[in-house]
């Protein structure tokens, strides 16, 4: 077969209704008028056997309240804090993962503890705050967001791993100007980390 035999009208007219539905089959073949894009619509998704519309499926929404213009599951987790019209800039922060260590797991490696985040029990958070006391600072800790508001600066952080929000520390360290955070992290499979 040579590419000038393909590449001719009557051949590409062949391969269009080679490939056309069998209920436009009824229709007249040589009238172009008709089907302008005959060639043109073909694709892929042509190829084989029609395929049978799957039916839409709507969400069953509960109407417990036909007031409510959504539902609490369709709230992202942490989104009551958010303010975008607040005008106080975001403080530097760094977070720190620590792991209590001791001489067993540093010379002979009994307990399995490597270095990863994943073996570290407790989470730091550091936040730079200049110009601040102590009594200015508002903490708030749920169990993945942390809300921090001063005077002048605000933070609302998602954290990367959920924590006990009922213990933990804070400690601001005037000469440094920062406040420390450390939340005992709670995840899903810490029983196998920490066995």
């Known amino acids: 077969m040579d590419l ?14 080679l490939l056309a539905d069998p209920q436009e089959e009824d229709s007249d ?3 172009l008028g008709s089907h302008p894009s ?38 992202p987790e942490g989104s009551e804090f958010d303010d975008i019209w607040d ?30 985040t994943a ?15 102590s009594s200015d600072i508002a903490l ?6 942390l809300d921090l508001r001063t005077p002048k600066k605000k933070l609302l952080l998602h954290l990367p791993h959920p924590v006990d929000s009922k ?3 804070a400690c601001f360290i005037s000469e440094k100007e920062t406040l420390e955070v450390t939340l005992r992290m709670k995840r899903e499979f810490d029983f196998i980390n920490f066995a």
């Open 167 to 169: 213990n933990g520390k």
């Open 38 to 75: 005959s060639v043109g619509a073909v694709g892929p998704g042509n190829i084989g056997p029609a395929k049978k519309a799957e039916p839409t499926i709507t969400p069953q929404v509960k109407a417990e309240n036909s007031k409510d213009i959504w539902n609490a599951e369709e709230v």
């Open 87 to 116: 005008p106080r800039e975001q403080p530097e922060y760094e977070i720190l993962f620590k792991q209590q260590v001791g001489a067993e797991d540093m010379f002979l490696g009994m307990n399995r503890k490597d270095p990863s």
């Open 119 to 133: 073996c570290c029990e407790d989470m730091l958070i550091k936040i730079k705050l200049p110009d601040t006391k």
């Open 29 to 31: 073949d040589n009238d």
């Open 140 to 145: 708030d800790i749920q169990d993945k967001i």
């Open 4 to 17: 000038d035999s393909v590449s001719s009208f009557s051949s590409l007219q062949a391969l269009a209704k």
